[in-house]
Each structure stands twice: as C-alpha cells, then as structure tokens.
C-alpha cells in the first residue's frame, strides 16, 4: 500500500499492517485489525506476507547475546592488557542471553507469495 511517509529512511515506500486474516477471494486478502471491522487489500498491492510464530524466551536469548557479544568486542578499547577480547566478549554474551530472555521479541516467517 502506498504511504506518504517512509517506514525506514533510505527504504522503499511501504506501510506495514499487522492483522489476522479474515478472507480470501480472488482478488482481495481482508484483513482484521484490532478493534476495527475486517477490510479489503488488493492482492496486487501486497507485496509480502509475514506469519507469526510467537514469542521464543530461547531465540531472543541466542540473538540478542551474539549481537552484545559483538558489540561488547567492538566498542570497548583497544588496550587488552587490562580487559582481554574473551572476557569482553564473554559479558557481551551473557548480558544479552539475560536480556533477551527476560524481553522476548517475535519471530516472524515470509510465506511465498
């Protein structure tokens, strides 16, 4: 669907719709947002559709520790006599296996169109 503003600054113009899906017919999806009446989309402005696959406590706790992990290497100083690269990257992983854990994000799957 077309937008008049941009959902990511350098991206493509896009709006981004999170429903559940009511009906399909030849030519329409419709969908069922919260309080609101199922609407029609056409087929042809679509351009993906993402399930859900829920929260997982386990996957957020992987993701998010190699991604603290990373940038615990990345961004601490150079000078490794005092803090060694193992060290800053063994905190990176546990605080972002805390982290994500305790703030679980959803996982979404692509469904071809």
Do not use: H
Request: no cysteine; glycine share 8%.
């Amino acid at each position: 669907m077309p937008d008049s503003l941009r959902s990511f600054f350098f991206g493509a113009r896009r709006q981004v719709i999170t429903g559940a899906l009511s009906r399909v017919t030849a030519d329409s999806i419709y969908l069922s947002v919260r309080s609101s009446a199922p609407f029609a989309i056409a087929r042809s402005d679509v351009r993906s559709v993402r399930v859900s696959r829920g929260e997982s406590r386990t996957w957020s706790a992987v993701q998010t520790a190699a991604l603290f992990g990373m940038a615990g290497v990345v961004t601490t100083s150079s000078d490794n006599t005092r803090f060694p690269l193992a060290a800053r990257y063994g905190i990176g992983l546990t605080v972002g296996a805390i982290v994500g854990a305790i703030w679980p994000y959803e996982q979404w799957k692509r469904i071809q169109k």
